[in-house]
């Protein structure tokens, strides 16, 4: 492989080595998404703009990867008892899907005021839904008591090596039909798909500057990142609903301030009106957190024109009645 890659310092919990094999795992089982590009965003931009279109993934996001990646690797007996996972949003489909596609049981700890879209989608791949009323319980802990009395694995969004290791993958396909890249732009949550993207890139891109994208309502993964102290944000309200997380995780923490060079913010607006871009100009339908990584390009936050740039859009799972009330 390429030498000129920084090697990684023993300690982090995720290699380029753990990706390569996390995109053994998942050949013919996920999308290998297309790499769209826009000739009115190149020349908006002044640059090469690549998009990897993971708003086409199973599952409508890139959480499949890492869902799938996570659910074949448990063991046997793991298998046969099943797993539990909290979610809202797009890792509750992703493990609903992984689940069903390699018969092992899921159960996904939900809030009650879930939209329906989501509660059926995840319903639809036959996932066993357990709602909580959020003013009183907290998830996590509703889903630890039901992990300790079932027997099941906890599979958490982001938190994870094999989870890390699989959304990696995208980066890792991207890189693989564009060639080598000068900056990735990334939307950041709880750091699963950043880490996982960033470990990727540089080894097949050594010198590539990759750059999170968080909402600006939510960004403690941007003052962790500058301060090198893990921030939390708390209830962020912010329309990205797949990057409300409090915070950057155990295992993401350590792999964003090593393989990440810059993370920056953008409000709600200017997220909206990459997202209305890219479905009016590139026809693509992406949700508000899948542009994140767009918006943070088009609003200039870095410097890079001229330059030759991968952006991930990360999902596509659009409330159309939410965002037809906000307009
Ligand atoms: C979950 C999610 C993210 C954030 O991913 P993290 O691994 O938590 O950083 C970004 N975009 C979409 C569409 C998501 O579903």
Redesign the pocket.
Known sequence: MNSAARPAPPALPVTYDDVAAAARMLAGRCHRTPVMTSRTVDERCGASVFFKC?NLQRGG???FRGAYNALTRLPAEQKRRGIVAYSS???AQAVALAGHLLRIPVLVVMPQDAPAIKVEATRGYSAEILFYDRSRDSREAIAERLAQQRGLAVIP??DHPHVVAG?GTAAKELIEDTGPLDFLFV????????SGCAIAASQLSPGIKVVGVEPAAGDDATRSFHTRTLHVVEHPDTIAD??R?TSLGKI?FPLVLHYVSDMVTVTDEELLRAMFFIWERMKLVV?P??A?GAAGLFEGKVDARGARIGVIL??G?ADFRQLARLL
């Open positions: 993971e996001a890139f959480k949003g797009n890792h969004s982001f959304q939307p950041c949550g709880g750091g699963g798909l950043i797949g990057a997380t993401t949700e957190t899948g994140l990360s999902g799972n």
